[in-house]
């Protein structure tokens, strides 16, 4: 079956006549039982304090404690433990009601079929030990369930971690944006292939006077002056450019100061970052 398959069978005998006692002990002898046996009740909580039992057997009729005030007592104390009585057929009365109770399994009768009791045990201890198995499995998939459950939770706060991480991100990035935007001067990103992939609205404005117009996504080639064009490639090529900047005249009263800088200094970004500062406006 299991790890309980592992554990060894544990029968507790009660019976005031020694020779019951050694009856069945001799019944049982080749079925492999660990046998606890008591000469009364008491004895028998008392070994039951001691011992791990699967399987009790005790006669009715005893001094002091009857076999159905101990078996009662046992159903209390250790409800998972099967409870057997062996009697004669006149104590069938007066263990009716522990019968209708539930406190004992079986009723066997003395005098007994060795071989028809040898199978009712076997039988309860089959009986006890899935008793037993259902159990564990039971602990164990709450312990399971538990795990699972507090693994949720950790998932579930590192969700909400990472989610307030990225809107904190999102917030961030848009408030660069915003500055980015509103920036006094025009800043534009080209790319290896000379496209536009980033420019604020100064940037826009100064090379696309049409309202709502962007550069983002356009050519260099297409929107820039040649001056311009030129001042990027003597860049790109590695010449020398004046550190700080060159100053240019996009039309008639409008100059400007361009200052150029490789991109992928902080980002895996390839290309040329062109700030463009405007020195007059007529």
Same mark, same amino acid.
């Given at each position: 079956?299991?790890?309980l398959? &592992?554990?060894?069978?544990?029968?507790? !005998?009660?019976?005031?006549?020694? =020779?019951?006692? +050694?009856?069945?002990?001799?019944?049982?002898? %080749?079925?492999?039982?660990i046998?606890?046996?008591? +000469?009364? %009740?008491?004895?028998?909580?008392?070994? !039951?304090?001691?011992?791990?039992?699967?399987?009790?057997?005790?006669?009715?009729?005893?001094?002091?404690?009857? %076999?159905?005030?101990f078996?009662?007592?046992?159903k209390?104390?250790?409800?998972?433990?099967?409870?057997?009585?062996?009697s004669?057929?006149?104590?069938?009365?007066?263990?009716?009601?522990?019968?209708?109770?539930g406190?004992?399994?079986?009723?066997?009768?003395?005098?007994? +079929?060795?071989d028809?009791?040898?199978d009712?045990?076997?039988e309860?201890?089959?009986?006890?030990?899935?008793?037993?198995?259902?159990?564990r499995?039971?602990?164990?998939?709450?312990?399971? =369930?538990?795990?699972l459950?507090?693994l949720?939770?950790n998932?579930?706060?590192?969700?909400?971690?990472?989610?307030?991480?990225?809107m904190?991100?999102? =917030?961030?990035? &848009?408030?660069?944006?915003?500055?980015?935007?509103? !920036?006094?001067?025009g800043i534009?990103?080209?790319?290896?292939q000379?496209?536009?992939v980033?420019?604020?609205?100064?940037a826009?404005?100064?090379?696309?006077?049409?309202?709502?117009?962007?550069?983002?996504?356009?050519?260099?080639?297409?929107?820039?002056?040649?001056?311009l064009?030129q001042?990027?490639?003597?860049y790109?090529?590695?010449?020398?450019?004046?550190?700080?900047?060159?100053?240019?005249?996009?039309?008639?009263?409008?100059?400007?100061?361009?200052?150029?800088?490789?991109?992928?200094?902080?980002?895996?970004?390839? %290309?040329v970052i062109?700030? !463009?500062s405007?020195?007059?406006?007529?």
């Amino acid at each position: 079956m299991s790890e309980l398959s &592992q554990i060894p069978r544990t029968l507790l !005998l009660v019976d005031d006549e020694t =020779n019951i006692i +050694n009856a069945l002990k001799r019944a049982l002898r %080749g079925d492999g039982y660990i046998i606890l046996t008591a +000469n009364s %009740g008491e004895e028998g909580l008392a070994l !039951l304090v001691q011992h791990e039992v699967g399987i009790i057997i005790s006669d009715q009729r005893m001094p002091h404690m009857t %076999g159905v005030e101990f078996l009662r007592k046992v159903k209390m104390l250790y409800p998972k433990t099967l409870r057997i009585v062996l009697s004669g057929y006149t104590e069938l009365e007066s263990i009716t009601n522990i019968i209708n109770e539930g406190a004992i399994c079986k009723f066997l009768t003395k005098p007994w +079929n060795n071989d028809l009791l040898r199978d009712n045990i076997r039988e309860a201890f089959q009986h006890y030990e899935m008793e037993q198995e259902n159990l564990r499995l039971s602990k164990a998939l709450q312990t399971a =369930n538990d795990k699972l459950s507090l693994l949720n939770q950790n998932l579930e706060q590192k969700v909400a971690d990472k989610t307030r991480e990225i809107m904190h991100s999102i =917030n961030l990035l &848009q408030i660069s944006q915003e500055i980015f935007e509103h !920036l006094p001067i025009g800043i534009m990103g080209i790319d290896e292939q000379n496209m536009i992939v980033a420019s604020n609205r100064l940037a826009d404005a100064l090379f696309c006077p049409a309202q709502g117009a962007c550069l983002l996504g356009s050519m260099a080639g297409d929107i820039l002056p040649e001056a311009l064009l030129q001042l990027l490639q003597a860049y790109c090529s590695g010449q020398s450019v004046q550190p700080d900047g060159s100053v240019l005249t996009l039309q008639v009263g409008v100059s400007i100061q361009v200052v150029m800088s490789t991109m992928g200094g902080s980002s895996q970004s390839k %290309g040329v970052i062109m700030v !463009l500062s405007p020195l007059k406006r007529s």
